[in-house]
């Protein structure tokens, strides 16, 4: 699991340690230098010899950049420092001008207090970077006031994002967090300069892992310097597949259908049955105990005792459904969690009234449910946490609106987290916002953010196969969620991961559709499982024997 910390938490944790003399910046510098040898190393074979520029904001990123500098001057490598502001870190000045780095500023007398650093211009900056093997991004830390780098910074970033970028193109290494992100919300209003790797010093950021400002930061390398943050709350956590492998329910020897989890599903109408062949199916997929799958009633309520009515009842959607996956049983009956909604179009009037009858039964058993698509305008105005709302920007946006509040999508895709965490609030409900990366609020706020899937994943019937895979989680969870509503929040990151997984299991490195992602569910499942998973059915299958 990658947690992450705010920087007032960050900040606090540094505090002791630099009130007691340990060298923090020198553990980043010598970490970050690793770092950077290691990439020059993979792309030219060799260090000595690279051309490397650092670019220097006014704080301590620019210190912990300038020292890195200092460390790989005296490996061999041309090492070039533009400072951006009327001043830069002095030590870090000092170390990177004695290993012989070269120093530019682009403020005139500027970086060094006056002592006569030549100046540069913003285009000559960006074409030196634009020649290097690495560009080391020291503009902005956690210091960071607003988004985007402002002033001669930002003038640059901007230069430094025109330039095309090509494969021959410099690798940009972020310090501690790309230069004008969000670094505790992860917005990205302003200059921001995309890396390719981001060093992020004693634990990670929250913006490192929040779209959209995540998608600046490459891959992220956490380096320890001896941050004591494990007493601290974490801000925003990304599951592994290891940590899904410990949420995921694994039967033993004793368990049978019932007791592994039935899921009832609500989705898709008689005319556009695709959403719940889908659902239904991955729900089937991602291993649990049955699904139930209700179609509408002839005239009025579904008789709960119509436990299982003929095929032919369930009428032209029971029978896709059925003629896809013949596992799936049709008709009422007890279930331990729901999915409501996917493909549900709220002009059917009969299937709208089947989707308000199992929400409010729901909601009053207090039952894990999924509530997408078609359910959310249904949606009660308060429930449990053991609801998960699982809303596209635009969905959100607008259930958002139906609750007061004047937000529109482009609003939700620059702030997800924001938005999310508003529509927990307003609804009590875990709230999954889909999208390139997946962010889910739930109890005791709790935050996960998930980019697991390739953007081929953004394809027609997508939602309705998560839906599925999560069902199929709370379904066979549903006594601990009942016991520990927190729980949730944690199921729908790990099926958001399986989802993900799927999506590259399906077809790597192309196009998928939505029925490859969920045949590819029972592979992903062993996969994740992996050999943690061994180990458990191992258990489970001693425990079974005595
Ligand atoms: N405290 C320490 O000893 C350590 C700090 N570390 C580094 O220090 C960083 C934090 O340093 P600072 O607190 O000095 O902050 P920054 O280095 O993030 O810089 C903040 C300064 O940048 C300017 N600034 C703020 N917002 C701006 C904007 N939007 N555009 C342009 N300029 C802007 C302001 O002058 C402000 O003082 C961390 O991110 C990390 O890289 C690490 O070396 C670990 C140890
Ligand atoms: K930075």
New binding site residues.
Partial sequence: MLLSWT?AV??SA??P??AAGVP??????FALHGQVLRVLRARRGRVRGARVVVLV?????????L?AGALLARRGVQVTAVT??A?A?AGGLAAARSAGARVVSLVAGGGDGGRGVPTTTVEAAAGAAAGADVVLD?????????????????ALVEALRQTPRSPHGPVVVA???P??IG?DDGTCG??VLPADLTV???GA?PGLLLPPADACAGDVVVVD?GLDLAAARPAVARLAPEDVAALWPVPDRHSHKYARGVLGVVAGTPRYPGAAVLCAGAAVLAGVGMVRFVPDAPTGRVDPGDELPPHGDGGPLAAAVLAARPEVVVGQGRVQAWVLGPGVDPHDHARRRTLTDALDAAVSDGLPAVVDAGALDQLPPRVGPQVVLTPHAGELARLLRARGEPVERAQVEAEPLRHARRAHELTGATVLLKGPTTVVVGAGGAVYAQADGPAWLATAGSGDVLAGILGALLAGRSQEVADDPGLVAALAAAAALVHGRAAHLANPGGPVTASAVAEALPATVAAVLGANGGARAAVAERRGRR
Avoid at 138 to 154: C, D, E, F, N
């Fill in positions: 920087s960050v900040r540094e505090e340690l630099l923090l910046m020198e553990r980043a510098a904001g006014s704080g301590n990123n620019g210190g912990d950049a020292h951006c502001a001043r870190h020291g503009l902005l830390g956690i210091g960071a006031s607003g988004t985007g780098a402002r002033g001669p910074a930002g310090v501690d967090v230069s004008g670094v302003g200059a992020t010093f004693g950021k310097i």
